[in-house]
């Protein structure tokens, strides 16, 4: 949030995009069976919408995306960073391309991810809207950004 407000009093006219990675689980409405990471990421979801509609940061215009289950396995130039001791690169692409068949829905596959990512912060600022967008146009689940991505 230190960031956010930092970035967000920069005197500039033209709207300044802060984009979000949160998660997929994440929720601003908790219930007893949040997972703890969920509760937080909303928490910070919510702060950053509150933080936009300060007239102190009226040129602010946050995104926050809710990736699902990370997937490399197509984005070979990023290979030779994954850690050794990565999930992926224990299991290799066997595990996780199943998955990724039976349901496709939850992988977000790391290029178009950042292909999404980079969209968003080059945007004009607005709401977003359509399948996969609430917090008044500002959250993207992974089924948001995998329509936007075009997958």
Excluded: Q
């Excluded at 601003?28 to 936009?52: C, D, H, Q, W, Y």
């Amino acid at each position: 949030m230190a960031a956010a407000k930092a970035f967000a009093t920069l005197n500039s006219p033209k709207p300044f995009k802060f984009v979000y990675v949160s998660g997929e689980g994440a929720t601003t409405n908790p219930g007893m069976l949040t997972a703890r990471f969920g509760v937080i990421k909303g928490r910070t979801e919510a702060a950053l919408l509150a933080l936009s509609k300060d007239p102190a940061y009226s040129t602010f215009k946050p995104y926050s995306l809710r990736p699902a289950g990370v997937y490399p396995a197509e984005h070979t130039e990023i290979h030779e960073y994954v850690p050794a001791t990565s999930v992926f690169r224990k299991w290799g692409t066997g595990v996780f391309g199943a998955i990724g068949t039976v349901f496709p829905k939850i992988i977000s596959p790391t290029r178009d991810l950042g292909r999404v990512l980079t969209e968003l912060a080059a945007s004009d600022g607005e709401p977003l809207e359509g399948l996969g967008i609430e917090g008044e146009g500002r959250t993207i689940s992974n089924a948001g950004m995998r329509r936007l991505a075009g997958i």
